[in-house]
T-cell receptor, first 115, second 112 residues
């Protein structure tokens, strides 16, 4: 009965080789978030979707893109991964956009290694 | 702007001992506070949250936290910890928009 699923759990890519991370949810939530979490650091919000509306954080590099083809799925595309992009990528959902009060439900994360 | 400070990066304790993980916040707007737990190689799971009302909030796994407006704190407590409580704990704050601001985390290590 997993609610937020991320695939793959571990991803290895080469420097500069595009990579796509996947997230799906069974909660039918309106909002989906992508966070980057580097070792021993707090999760950092990259962007979020409220339904089909995309909201990018001001400091998210252009190298990071996202797609949400339907309510259930959301993808994180890293166009040209650098060594500094190695991190855990967390997907989360919430019922409403006011995630500040709504509980966010997190997936298990995808650990990205860049060689 | 909202900011959240976790004062301890690591807290080692012995099994069955009490524990307090400290969190302070600063905000000039409405305050909503959360504690999340992250077990190794897993995502974050909500422990408890304070939105309004009673300042003592009870969460899952026997944890509780107290919202203290005068001290701008939201410390997490458990009277008796287990080995299985070993994890990273994140305090987070939300204001009037969608964004959660996370603290840097506290690694709780429970030793036998």
């Amino acid at each position: 009965d997993a609610m937020v699923i991320q695939n793959p759990r571990y991803q290895v890519t080469q420097f500069g080789k595009p990579v796509t991370l996947s997230c799906s949810q069974t909660l039918n939530h309106n909002v989906m978030y992508w966070y980057q979490q580097k070792s021993s650091q707090a999760p950092k919000l990259l962007f979020h979707y409220y339904d089909k509306d995309f909201n990018n954080e001001a400091d998210t590099p252009d190298n990071f893109q996202s797609r949400r083809p339907n309510t259930s799925f959301c993808f994180l595309d890293i166009r040209s991964p650098g060594l500094g992009d190695a991190a855990m990528y967390l997907c989360a959902t919430s019922r409403d956009e006011w995630g500040a009060t709504d509980t966010q439900y997190f997936g298990p994360g995808t650990r990205l290694t860049v060689l | 702007a909202q900011s959240v400070t976790q004062l301890d990066s690591q807290v080692p304790v012995f099994e069955e001992a009490p524990v307090e993980l400290r969190c302070n916040y600063s905000s000039s707007v409405s305050v909503y506070l959360f504690w999340y737990v992250q077990y190794p190689n897993q995502g974050l799971q909500l422990l408890l949250k304070y939105l309004s009302g009673s300042t003592l909030v009870k969460g899952i796994n026997g944890f509780e936290a107290e919202f203290n407006k005068s001290q701008t704190s939201f410390h997490l407590r458990k009277p008796s910890v287990h080995i299985s409580d070993t994890a990273e704990y994140f305090c987070a704050g939300g204001g009037s928009n969608y964004k959660l601001t996370f603290g840097k985390g506290t690694l709780l290590t429970v030793n036998p």
